[in-house]
């Protein structure tokens, strides 16, 4: 079998899994990994020989892709990552709603009730674009 470097291409840069290196090979890999791409690389998953490489590193990732195969004959499997990623809970969708980060959820949908009833746009001093924000803010925390 023929060992391969697995890299998932993600909005944040490249998850590397290395497959079927040998000891040898592995170790290999991961010192010239880490001169050629450094500091746009870090450890993600040591158990599952997984890293990361970040997005401004592309041509240091491709130099590094070459090095291994031609030393080593590993192949490049490239995958794009799945589009629908798990939304985070970013601290503006917190702020938006006038919560902490550390809200439990029953209180972030209590406090975008209260903001909807408010903001609402059939009520009088109603905001339309304000309810969309707060809409956005509170899709993005209830996911």
């Known amino acids: 079998m023929t060992p391969t470097i697995h890299i998932t291409i993600t909005p944040e840069g490249f998850h590397l899994t290395m497959k079927r290196l040998t000891r040898d ?7 010239s990994l880490k001169r ?7 450890e993600y998953e040591p158990d599952t020989k ?9 041509t240091q990732l491709d130099r590094w892709l070459g090095y291994m195969h ?10 794009e990552a799945e589009s629908e990623q798990e939304p985070t809970r970013t601290p503006d969708a917190f702020a938006t709603l006038h919560l ?3 809200a439990p959820p029953e209180v972030v949908k209590a406090a975008y009730r209260a903001l909807a009833v408010k ?4 009520k009088p001093g109603g905001d339309t ?10 899709e ?4």
């Not at 090979?25 to 010192?31: E, K, Q, T």
């Open 25 to 31: 090979n592995f170790g290999d890999a991961i010192a």
């Open 36 to 42: 050629t791409v450094s500091p746009n690389l870090r």
């Open 50 to 58: 997984m890293w990361f490489v970040a997005d401004a590193a592309r």
């Open 70 to 79: 031609v030393t080593h004959g590993v192949e490049a499997e490239w995958t």
């Open 100 to 102: 902490l980060p550390t």
């Open 119 to 122: 903001l609402h746009p059939d």
């Open 129 to 138: 674009q304000a309810m969309q924000t707060i809409i956005a803010a509170y």
């Open 140 to 143: 993005q925390l209830a996911a």
